[in-house]
T-cell receptor, first 111, second 113 residues
């Protein structure tokens, strides 16, 4: 049912590299979100956007940036990856009923 | 502020057992309440929701009732199956402002045959 896509599915990189995690949705949703999910499964909101050229910081935003140039695209960038960034990253969008649609996630490992 | 507290897991049950996962919340006004489920290797998906007091959300045999007096939204299922093994998240959406959903920490359920 969900038309929200994340790439890559898995990523292993070295410390200090710049990476961009991709997220796209074809549902025309204005609201999009990035979450980091720790091994204990708790979700932490990193960034969110309520429309083109609108971005807000969540709880864990200090080491990453996002952009929203097109409605369907909401990439997340880590300027300098560290081992502490090793985690699962989930992208989501929501419709007018506030129902969230999640992608399958990107599992990031920083060595 | 707004917060959600749900019972810690993991919860391990035998097939056909009764399931309850407790969820309580703190919020001003009348938030909307949700249960999301995350199956292994997947993102979260909406399981059920309730938007006002005394509403009952239901889906796939799961139910939860919005209890304003106890600020609770406990998830129940009468007879669990192995396929119900997943992580369950309780969440609320404040009814004021334009803020994202607030999630609980998740409860892992394992159902054994």
């Amino acid at each position: 049912e969900a038309d929200i896509y994340q790439t890559p599915r898995y990523l292993v990189i070295g410390t200090g590299k710049k990476i961009t995690l991709e997220c796209s949705q074809t549902m025309g949703h204005d609201k999009m979100y990035w979450y980091q999910q720790d091994p204990g499964m708790e979700l932490h909101l990193i960034h969110y956007s309520y429309g083109v050229n609108s971005t807000e910081k969540g709880d864990l935003s200090s080491e990453s940036t996002v952009s929203r140039i097109r409605t369907e695209h909401f990439p997340l960038t880590l300027e300098s990856a560290r081992p502490s960034h090793t985690s699962q990253y989930l992208c989501a969008s929501s419709d007018f009923r506030e129902k969230l649609f999640f992608g399958s996630g990107t599992q990031l490992s920083v060595l | 502020g707004n917060s959600v507290t749900q019972m810690e897991g993991p919860v391990t049950l035998s097939e056909e057992a009764f399931l309850t996962i407790n969820c309580t919340y703190t919020a001003t006004g009348y938030p909307s309440l949700f249960w999301y489920v995350q199956y292994p290797g997947e993102g979260l998906q909406l399981l059920l929701k309730a938007t006002k007091a005394d509403d009952k959300g239901s889906n796939k045999g799961f139910e939860a009732t919005y209890r304003k007096e106890t600020t609770s939204f406990h998830l129940e299922k009468g007879s669990v199956q192995v396929s119900d093994s997943a992580v369950y998240f309780c969440a609320l959406r404040p009814n004021s402002g334009n803020t994202p959903l607030v999630f609980g920490k998740g409860t892992r359920l394992s159902v054994i045959a």
